[in-house]
C-alpha cells in the first residue's frame, strides 16, 4: 500500500445485522478505553447514512452513553431545526428511539454566526471540549467518517483540493460545496488525523471501486484517501457490496 502511516483493520460485513455489530464493537472498545482514562467518551459524527446506522448500533449494543459528548465532523450551515441539519438529523431520531441521550451532550454549531465565525467558533468549542495529545492538538476519542461515491468525506470534496493543504486551522468554512447545501464547517485534515480512532463506514456496491482506490490505491484524488491517523487506528467498516474489491 502507498505511502500510508498507519495500516488499516477491515471489517466486511455479509449483512446489516453483522455491520451494525462491528460498528457497536468499535464503539465499545473506544468508549471503554475513554472510561479507562476517566474522560469523557468525544465521538466525532457524520451525516448520511450513518445517522441510521449509528443509532441502529447504539439501540442494539445498549452502551451506556452517559459519558459521551458527540460532534459533527462536518455540518452544514443551515439552522438547527432546518431539515439539511446534520444535528437535527441525529438529534430527531435519538429524541424518539434514545431518550436517554440529552441534548446537551450535542457540542453543535452555532450557525447564527457568519459562517467563518461559526467555523472558528467551532475550532473553539473543539479545543475546550477535547483533550489534547502531546502534539498539542485535540485528539478525538472517535471520528466516524462516511465516503461519498466522489471520495468526498466530511466536507472534503475532490473539487476543492486547497482545502485538503490546511495546515493550521481545525475547522473551517466551506463553500460552494459540489454537494447541496453549498455552505458548510468541516474538520480538517490536522484534526482528523490526530484522532485515537478514525472509523469509515460504507455501504453499497455503487461505492465498491472508489473504497479499492481509496483505501487499496490511496488515490490522493479522492479526499478520504488523505484521512491517515498519525498515530491512531483506521479503521473501514463496509457492507459486502462496498467491500467487494477488498480481499480480507
Ligand atoms: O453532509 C453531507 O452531505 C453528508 O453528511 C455526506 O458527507 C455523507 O456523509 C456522505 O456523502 C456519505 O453518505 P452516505 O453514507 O449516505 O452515502
Redesign the pocket.
Known amino acids: 500500500m502507498p505511502n500510508r502511516k498507519c495500516s488499516f483493520n477491515v471489517s466486511l460485513a455479509e449483512s446489516e445485522d453483522k455491520l451494525i455489530d462491528s460498528l457497536s464493537d468499535l464503539l465499545r472498545r473506544c468508549s471503554e478505553q475513554a472510561k479507562d482514562r476517566k474522560t469523557n467518551f468525544s465521538l466525532g459524527l ?5 445517522v441510521q446506522l449509528l443509532t441502529k448500533a447504539l439501540r442494539s449494543s445498549r452502551l451506556d452513553t452517559s459519558n459521551w459528548e458527540f460532534f459533527f465532523c ?1 455540518e ?1 450551515y443551515v439552522a438547527d431545526d432546518h431539515s439539511d441539519s ?1 444535528y437535527c438529523a441525529y438529534r430527531t431520531e435519538w429524541l424518539s428511539q434514545l431518550p436517554n441521550i440529552l441534548d446537551s451532550q450535542f457540542v453543535k454549531a452555532d450557525t447564527t454566526k457568519p459562517l467563518d465565525e461559526c467555523a472558528a467558533d467551532y475550532e473553539a468549542k473543539v479545543k475546550v471540549k477535547v483533550g489534547n495529545s502531546p502534539s498539542n492538538l485535540p485528539q478525538f476519542d472517535l471520528l466516524l467518517l ?3 461515491p466522489d471520495g ?4 472534503l470534496f475532490p473539487e476543492q483540493p486547497a482545502k485538503l493543504e490546511e495546515t493550521s486551522r481545525l475547522v473551517i468554512p466551506i463553500q460552494n460545496s459540489p ?1 447541496p447545501p453549498p455552505e ?1 464547517i468541516t474538520f480538517t485534515l490536522p484534526l482528523i488525523n490526530n484522532a485515537r480512532d478514525v472509523a469509515f463506514v ?3 456496491a455503487s461505492k465498491s471501486d472508489v473504497v479499492k482506490r481509496v483505501f487499496l490505491d490511496q488515490d490522493k484524488q479522492f479526499p478520504a484517501a488523505w484521512v491517515d491517523p498519525t498515530s491512531g487506528q483506521l479503521t473501514l467498516i463496509v457492507d459486502a457490496g462496498a467491500g467487494s474489491q477488498i480481499k480480507v
Do not use: A, F, I, Y
Open positions: 457524520s451525516g448520511g447514512s450513518l462536518d452544514r446534520t462516511g465516503m461519498g468526498h468525506t466530511c466536507s454537494k458548510r460504507v455501504t453499497g
